[in-house]
């Protein structure tokens, strides 16, 4: 999967915002301030944390090499996507709404109103 199509389909989820609080190298992708997904364009290959249900996060690392335990992260709670060709599109779109809807589950009821819960 292209690396601006990662990128376009994050800032594409309403409320997204692109950062860079570890330098260049990392783009974070937040709403409400949380982040939900951490791009490491620079790496060959290119990774991708994000967040995700534990039970799920287990089965998607036995059925996928390229999805491991989140690098540097929780290891409970998030995973990390190798973007190495291996990983269907498709998959890698439903994983990033994955991890921005559980961001979203767990904002206060007040922030999750003040957004509009568009998720």
């Known amino acids: ?4 199509d990662v990128r376009c389909f994050c800032l594409s989820l309403p409320h997204t915002v692109e950062d860079t609080p570890f330098g260049p190298q990392a ?7 949380k982040m939900f997904a951490l ?8 990774r991708l944390n994000l967040k995700c249900e534990p039970d799920y996060a287990l089965e998607l690392r036995d ?6 335990p989140g ?5 409970r709670h998030w995973n990390t996507l190798t973007l190495d060709g291996s990983l269907p599109s498709r998959l890698v779109h439903d994983l990033i ?7 979203i589950a ?8 003040a ?3 568009e998720g």
């Open 115 to 117: 957004i509009g819960d």
């Open 71 to 75: 690098y540097h992260m929780n290891k």
């Open 63 to 68: 059925r996928h090499a390229a999805i491991r």
């Open 97 to 103: 709404r994955h991890s921005y809807d559980r961001v």
């Open 106 to 113: 767990g904002l206060p009821a007040r922030q999750r109103a």
């Open 39 to 46: 791009l490491m364009p620079d790496d060959v290959p290119a």
């Open 27 to 33: 783009l974070v992708y937040k709403v409400a301030g």
């Open 1 to 4: 999967m292209p690396l601006e």
